[in-house]
């Protein structure tokens, strides 16, 4: 969903770039000294995923694809912030070298994937947690729930990612939102059931390999 | 993790992103669905040209260059990540 220029009109790529200018540099600075050495070779790797991820377009219905976009993915293994950094980087290197999402766009799908998809996704995924950990303190809760946390917040951070997109198009007078809306929930709506599929695996393959990795920007 | 396990892993995702590539879909994506649906595709500006548009070499086409620049965007991402990752954790302590 990486919008292109052209999409946005003036004021909204600039209040998009501007608000993504304020986000990346409230996640360096939250970052900034508390990285962890052995986190370091993480943001490559992660990088490398997400920026290969999102070139593996999966076929959905009415010919139509989408991608995985990796931000809970890399929120729960590096933390919020290093995520949203890692996210951005990819983005930038999109926009500039291959021509994917615009330029004057860029601060609109910074703020779409990088910050909506991540940080609200994760916070999503932190806030159901919290509620699977109190349900499980009184013995209600179970193992599936925090599957169910992960698949839930991986699939909202696409949905919640184009419904951003979708507002930023019908704020912009590209389209009436009333006809943009239901079209990139809907559609992103399916894509987001592989996200959730992708974070879940993923999330199983790295704690079956280096459970010490799951979740270590935590704190 | 350390550097070392750091560039096996990224090697690993470039074997598996290559290996994937041939089968990744050609259709376009949610937004560019919309967007031919809603009629506003062609609003798109190219403010700038991209030296890989469309994650391909100028000079190599069908999936050699494909592959190419999958190649070096993840080397480069990952490249500046660790980088950054590097600045953003020193000081600590």
Redesign the interface.
Known sequence: ???????LSTPVWMVTDAAAVVAVGFA?KR???????????????????????Q?????IV??????VLGGLLTALLLGPE?SV??LT??LI????????G???ALGANILNMAVIGTWLSYGIYRWLESHWERGRRHGTGNKGAEVVAIALAAWLSVVLS?VA?ALE?ALSG??PLT??MP??AG??AI?GVGEALVTVAAVNFVKRM?PE?VRGGRG | ???K???L??SI??I??LT??P?????????E???E??N?SE?????????????ALPQLSGYAGEAL??FL??????????L???V?????G
């Open positions: 969903m990486h919008i292109p220029d052209g999409f360096l970052v900034s000294g508390k990285l962890e050495e052995r986190q370091v070779p993480l943001m490559g790797v992660m990088a490398a995923f997400v920026f290969g991820a070139m593996l377009n999966f076929p009415g010919g139509t694809s989408g991608h290093a950094i890692v980087v990819v290197v999109q926009a500039f070298l291959f021509g994917d615009g330029i004057l184009a997109c198009l590209t389209a006809a943009i079209l990139m559609i992103h894509i280096r990795l | 993790m350390t550097a396990t750091g560039w892993s990224v995702v470039v598996a992103t994937l590539l089968f990744a879909s050609k259709l376009p994506d949610g937004l669905r919309v967007a649906t809603l506003f609003r798109e500006q190219l403010l700038h040209r991209a030296p890989l548009h469309n994650y620049a999958a965007g993840i080397l480069l991402v990952a490249g500046i990540a660790f950054l990752g590097k953003l954790a020193r000081g600590r």
